[in-house]
């Protein structure tokens, strides 16, 4: 269903790192020292973030996209932004996905997109199809309204037009602003704290912000232990630690 | 078309019951065929670590799921409403492959209080027929919870099922379930340790004067060898339990209690990636002669057996009957009919409890059932409903399955979904926060069933099922009850601050929140063929060979989830093929 990436030698890569790491240092990435490095490495991230070619998406939606999601998660010393985590990464390479062409949906007609909202996704347009038209209809809908594209209006702005599509406030040509709006969000969130191995959540930042130990899988010793803070910091599947 | 070799049995699906049915049949000698429409899955090489601790994968793009780009199900609240397709996952999530919703269930492994095997008796009894609205339509299963003690507990020993006895042999035990039918042994293994979400709830629900106990588990407390000398390890609390295999063998699973026996019987076959479109019938329409399948291929394949045992899930097993034109389609407008009757549902409530930072809940420690702790006050008919005016309840649950972000990050009331507000709370709040839930049954209604839809086509261009579906006063009042309930427990656990996910009278059924995958009915079973599909041993009453085993022979919903009634009903009806049936084929009750 999915295509996502496999290597064989990931296991005995991550056992190794999970052998050759004694508790003493690991004990040392308490949440707070987490925090802290996941603040440091927030100019690394967005370095590498630049490099990344898309795919999928042209130029202009690079620019929407970069705009946008960096609002749905904006820089702060709380963890990394959107943007400093991967999440455009992470959505090109959806689009390349089973998911990304609509592969993992029910798309045949026909469609009856006004049905009500909670029999749930009615429309004809695959994630890819989606983000197409979304983002033109977005960006058309401010060039009418402020002479601009989406991503050449200062964050405040942004910020009030992504509040108006969650709104359902205003009427783009080809699609509804709150069903894009709540792909948008998701496919972010997704990005923000899937495994690293996807393009997103870079350097753990998104577990590393909130303390999620991402793929330790392993409580055994913790069972007898509740309401005890847990001190380990985050592993990937592909082995990276923190 | 093609026709292989008669066989004596054929199992339609390989998931749970399938699997149940096979082992149980297979020291018959006879010639048993499973017929799986998915792939041949595995602890290893399929749920192995790390790969498995991948919430993008399995958890949110559903990899263990029915592709629903190839098949689904229409939806619409009422007759006059046209369905449309449940085109992406939300509601409830479908088995596919060897294994079926067993792999990916969360283990939550309940017996029926006894009153809800002879519900309507039972209500009407202590109630008076009057107490039920008029277009609500429970009835008994034509199975008491004594005779189907053994096979409840024949299950739960296959499973290894982690839990404490509440009512042993008649006596009351402190720290199990005092509401429970009476258990003639213990559970096979003690409970898994309580997370700390759930032991906060049970301080606080016995202060209420509440019993609380450990959720029933089939996710393994220890090393465990079933009767078939399969063995179960320790279960880790690993947090990637629901929606995923288990990588550390302990999650019970068709994979993990029967398949290494099975699988090596060499009267037994497993024929994989062939999916049952009909189950065919002679010329007197009162005898099955065997299915007919799509293979690998895309051709189809026509199979003989003797028995055929429907085992392809609660909403499978429904449009096959269907599709195969067996026994008369429900009418929602004359009530009668039989097939796709009474469909229903189970509806949840939701109370995040979110602590201060001096409270570690650590929620990433968690297990799809273990270590959950319940209390079933309000369940059944526990409880007087008189004065409540609805019938049904659930259970109050207090814990968490796991911390997985993208699906189980909870904000607390008041966050904006996005943006600086957002971030902070998910950072301030993703340790402290656990939840309370109500888990509660859903009635069926006249008006609540399953046909086949009159658009909408799967890919191989058969009519999709489509449900009929949408909350009835009765259901709105218990969740306010158990809500009300639930709420007291998550105050009484001093919390900072808590949020409620209810549903409430003037709202729909919404298939993009997921609440359960327990759906129930449309192949119900019963004490008469006017209004039941199959008799009390799961055998349809107009063709004796076809036997159909799951949740579609509910007759109404539970409070509790379904896996465990289920296992014991297919192990009751099993036992009576194996020992009645096979010798002397016909109907097992007459009607
Ligand atoms: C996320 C999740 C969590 C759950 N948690 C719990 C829980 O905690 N407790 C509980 O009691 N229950 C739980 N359940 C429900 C539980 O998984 C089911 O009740 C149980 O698996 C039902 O067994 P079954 O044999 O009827 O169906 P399944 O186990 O689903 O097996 C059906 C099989 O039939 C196959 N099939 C379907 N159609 C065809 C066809 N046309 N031809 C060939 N093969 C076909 C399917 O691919 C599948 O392998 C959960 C379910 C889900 C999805
Ligand atoms: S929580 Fe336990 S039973 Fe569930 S998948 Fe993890 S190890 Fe297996």
Redesign the interface.
């Given at each position: 269903?999915?295509s996502?990436p496999?290597s064989p030698s990931?296991?005995d890569f991550?056992r190794q790192s999970l052998v050759a790491v004694p508790a003493v240092s690991l004990l040392g990435t308490s949440?707070i020292a987490q925090t802290q490095s996941s603040t440091a490495a927030t100019p690394a991230a967005a370095a590498t973030a630049t490099k990344y070619t898309p795919r999928y998406f042209t130029a202009p939606e690079w620019d929407f996209l970069q705009a946008a999601v960096e609002?749905?998660?904006?820089p702060?010393e709380?963890?990394p932004s959107a943007v400093e985590a991967g999440v455009p990464e992470f959505l090109d390479r959806q689009m390349e996905a089973a998911?990304g062409h609509?592969?993992?949906?029910?798309?045949?007609g026909?469609f009856?997109p006004d049905?009500?909202?909670?029999?749930?996704?009615?429309l004809r347009y695959t994630p890819r199809e989606f983000y197409r038209k979304g983002i033109a209809s977005v960006d058309s809908w401010c060039q009418k309204q402020h002479n601009q594209k989406f991503s050449a209006l200062p964050a405040e702005q942004r910020?009030a037009i992504?509040h108006q599509m969650?709104k359902g406030e205003i009427q783009l040509d080809d699609i509804p602003a709150v069903a894009f709006f709540t792909q948008l969000?998701a496919n972010?969130?997704?990005g923000y704290?899937?495994?690293p191995m996807?393009g997103g959540n870079r350097q753990m930042g998104?577990?590393k912000?909130?303390?999620?130990?991402?793929?330790?899988?392993?409580?055994?010793d913790?069972?007898?232990q509740?309401?005890?803070?847990?001190p380990f910091g985050p592993?990937s599947?592909e082995?990276a630690k923190s | 078309m093609t026709r292989m070799k008669p066989v004596d049995v054929v199992l339609v699906g390989f998931g749970w019951t399938g699997a149940i049915i096979g082992m149980e049949l297979v020291d018959t000698g006879l010639k048993i065929l499973a017929l799986e429409r998915g792939a041949y899955r595995d602890t290893s090489p399929d749920f192995t670590y790390p790969h498995n601790a991948d919430e993008l994968a399995y958890g949110i793009r559903g990899e263990l799921f029915q592709p629903l780009a190839r098949e689904t199900v229409t939806i619409r609240h009422n007759l006059n409403e046209t369905a449309v397709p449940y085109r992406q996952y939300g509601s409830f999530l479908l088995g596919n492959n060897v294994g079926g919703a067993g792999i990916h269930w969360n283990g939550q492994h309940y017996r029926p209080s006894p009153e809800d095997l002879e519900f309507h008796s039972h209500i009407s009894k202590r109630y008076g027929q009057k107490f039920m609205p008029e277009d609500m339509q429970i009835q008994d299963y034509g199975v008491t919870y004594d005779e189907l003690e053994p096979f409840l507990d024949q299950f739960e020993y296959l499973c290894g099922t982690s839990g404490r006895a509440g009512n042993l042999n008649g006596e009351i035990k402190d720290g199990g379930n005092p509401f429970e039918g009476v258990r003639k042994r213990e559970y096979p293994n003690p409970p898994v340790a309580d997370n700390y979400g759930a032991k906060l709830f049970a301080d606080a629900a016995r202060s209420k004067g509440y019993k609380p106990f450990p959720q029933p588990s089939s996710n393994a407390s220890r090393p465990y060898t079933n009767p078939h000398g399969v063995r179960l390890g320790p279960c880790n609390l690993c947090g990637y339990c629901e929606r995923f295999g288990c990588f550390m063998y302990s999650k019970a699973s068709p994979q993990t209690t029967i398949l290494p026996v099975l699988m090596r019987k060499p009267n037994f076959e497993l024929r994989t990636n062939s999916h049952v479109i009909k189950i065919n019938l002679d010329s007197s329409g009162k005898r099955a002669t065997g299915v007919t399948y799509i293979d690998a291929q895309g051709q189809q394949v026509e199979q003989p057996a003797d028995l055929v045992i429907v085992s392809a899930f609660q909403m499978h097993n429904v449009r096959l009957m269907l599709m195969s034109g067996i026994g008369a389609p429900y009418d929602p407008k004359t009530g009668k009919g039989v097939i796709g009757k009474n469909y229903a549902y189970q509806m949840m409530s939701n109370v995040n409890v979110f602590f201060d930072k001096d409270v570690a809940i650590n929620p990433f420690i968690g297990a799809g059932s273990g270590g959950n702790q319940i209390i079933d006050e309000f369940n059944s008919d526990h409880f007087d409903h008189g004065p409540h005016g609805f019938v049904g309840g659930g259970y109050i649950l207090g814990g968490q399955t796991g911390g997985r972000p993208i699906q189980q990050l909870l904000v607390p009331p008041g966050t904006p979904a996005w943006g600086e507000k957002w971030k902070r709370a998910a950072k301030d709040s993703y340790l402290h926060t656990t939840g309370v839930q109500s888990h509660g049954s859903v009635m069926a209604y006249r008006d609540r069933y399953l046909d086949l839809d009159p658009t909408y086509k799967d890919a191989f261009g058969l009519p999709l099922l489509r449900i009929t579906f949408d909350w009835h006063d009765n259901e709105y009042k218990m969740t306010q009850f158990l809500t009300d309930r639930a709420q007291e427990i998550a105050d009484a656990m001093k919390p900072r601050q808590t949020s409620q996910t209810i549903r409430k009278p003037g709202g729909h059924y919404d298939v993009r929140q997921y609440q359960t995958t327990h759906t129930t009915g449309g192949v119900i079973q019963g004490t008469s063929p006017e209004t039941s599909a199959l008799n009390r041993f799961q055998q349809n009453w107009d063709v004796h060979n076809v036997f159909v085993t799951g949740a579609s022979a509910f007759p109404q919903n539970l409070g509790y989830n379904p896996t465990g009634l289920i296992g014991g009903l297919t192990y009751m009806s099993v036992k009576a093929i194996r020992e009645t049936y096979l010798k002397n084929p016909g109907p097992l009750v007459q009607a």
């Amino acid at each position: 269903m999915t295509s996502k990436p496999r290597s064989p030698s990931r296991r005995d890569f991550l056992r190794q790192s999970l052998v050759a790491v004694p508790a003493v240092s690991l004990l040392g990435t308490s949440a707070i020292a987490q925090t802290q490095s996941s603040t440091a490495a927030t100019p690394a991230a967005a370095a590498t973030a630049t490099k990344y070619t898309p795919r999928y998406f042209t130029a202009p939606e690079w620019d929407f996209l970069q705009a946008a999601v960096e609002r749905l998660i904006p820089p702060n010393e709380d963890g990394p932004s959107a943007v400093e985590a991967g999440v455009p990464e992470f959505l090109d390479r959806q689009m390349e996905a089973a998911y990304g062409h609509g592969g993992l949906w029910y798309m045949q007609g026909p469609f009856v997109p006004d049905a009500p909202a909670t029999l749930g996704y009615q429309l004809r347009y695959t994630p890819r199809e989606f983000y197409r038209k979304g983002i033109a209809s977005v960006d058309s809908w401010c060039q009418k309204q402020h002479n601009q594209k989406f991503s050449a209006l200062p964050a405040e702005q942004r910020d009030a037009i992504l509040h108006q599509m969650e709104k359902g406030e205003i009427q783009l040509d080809d699609i509804p602003a709150v069903a894009f709006f709540t792909q948008l969000l998701a496919n972010t969130k997704e990005g923000y704290f899937a495994d690293p191995m996807y393009g997103g959540n870079r350097q753990m930042g998104g577990w590393k912000m909130i303390g999620f130990p991402g793929a330790r899988a392993d409580y055994a010793d913790w069972i007898e232990q509740p309401g005890k803070v847990y001190p380990f910091g985050p592993v990937s599947i592909e082995g990276a630690k923190s | 078309m093609t026709r292989m070799k008669p066989v004596d049995v054929v199992l339609v699906g390989f998931g749970w019951t399938g699997a149940i049915i096979g082992m149980e049949l297979v020291d018959t000698g006879l010639k048993i065929l499973a017929l799986e429409r998915g792939a041949y899955r595995d602890t290893s090489p399929d749920f192995t670590y790390p790969h498995n601790a991948d919430e993008l994968a399995y958890g949110i793009r559903g990899e263990l799921f029915q592709p629903l780009a190839r098949e689904t199900v229409t939806i619409r609240h009422n007759l006059n409403e046209t369905a449309v397709p449940y085109r992406q996952y939300g509601s409830f999530l479908l088995g596919n492959n060897v294994g079926g919703a067993g792999i990916h269930w969360n283990g939550q492994h309940y017996r029926p209080s006894p009153e809800d095997l002879e519900f309507h008796s039972h209500i009407s009894k202590r109630y008076g027929q009057k107490f039920m609205p008029e277009d609500m339509q429970i009835q008994d299963y034509g199975v008491t919870y004594d005779e189907l003690e053994p096979f409840l507990d024949q299950f739960e020993y296959l499973c290894g099922t982690s839990g404490r006895a509440g009512n042993l042999n008649g006596e009351i035990k402190d720290g199990g379930n005092p509401f429970e039918g009476v258990r003639k042994r213990e559970y096979p293994n003690p409970p898994v340790a309580d997370n700390y979400g759930a032991k906060l709830f049970a301080d606080a629900a016995r202060s209420k004067g509440y019993k609380p106990f450990p959720q029933p588990s089939s996710n393994a407390s220890r090393p465990y060898t079933n009767p078939h000398g399969v063995r179960l390890g320790p279960c880790n609390l690993c947090g990637y339990c629901e929606r995923f295999g288990c990588f550390m063998y302990s999650k019970a699973s068709p994979q993990t209690t029967i398949l290494p026996v099975l699988m090596r019987k060499p009267n037994f076959e497993l024929r994989t990636n062939s999916h049952v479109i009909k189950i065919n019938l002679d010329s007197s329409g009162k005898r099955a002669t065997g299915v007919t399948y799509i293979d690998a291929q895309g051709q189809q394949v026509e199979q003989p057996a003797d028995l055929v045992i429907v085992s392809a899930f609660q909403m499978h097993n429904v449009r096959l009957m269907l599709m195969s034109g067996i026994g008369a389609p429900y009418d929602p407008k004359t009530g009668k009919g039989v097939i796709g009757k009474n469909y229903a549902y189970q509806m949840m409530s939701n109370v995040n409890v979110f602590f201060d930072k001096d409270v570690a809940i650590n929620p990433f420690i968690g297990a799809g059932s273990g270590g959950n702790q319940i209390i079933d006050e309000f369940n059944s008919d526990h409880f007087d409903h008189g004065p409540h005016g609805f019938v049904g309840g659930g259970y109050i649950l207090g814990g968490q399955t796991g911390g997985r972000p993208i699906q189980q990050l909870l904000v607390p009331p008041g966050t904006p979904a996005w943006g600086e507000k957002w971030k902070r709370a998910a950072k301030d709040s993703y340790l402290h926060t656990t939840g309370v839930q109500s888990h509660g049954s859903v009635m069926a209604y006249r008006d609540r069933y399953l046909d086949l839809d009159p658009t909408y086509k799967d890919a191989f261009g058969l009519p999709l099922l489509r449900i009929t579906f949408d909350w009835h006063d009765n259901e709105y009042k218990m969740t306010q009850f158990l809500t009300d309930r639930a709420q007291e427990i998550a105050d009484a656990m001093k919390p900072r601050q808590t949020s409620q996910t209810i549903r409430k009278p003037g709202g729909h059924y919404d298939v993009r929140q997921y609440q359960t995958t327990h759906t129930t009915g449309g192949v119900i079973q019963g004490t008469s063929p006017e209004t039941s599909a199959l008799n009390r041993f799961q055998q349809n009453w107009d063709v004796h060979n076809v036997f159909v085993t799951g949740a579609s022979a509910f007759p109404q919903n539970l409070g509790y989830n379904p896996t465990g009634l289920i296992g014991g009903l297919t192990y009751m009806s099993v036992k009576a093929i194996r020992e009645t049936y096979l010798k002397n084929p016909g109907p097992l009750v007459q009607a």
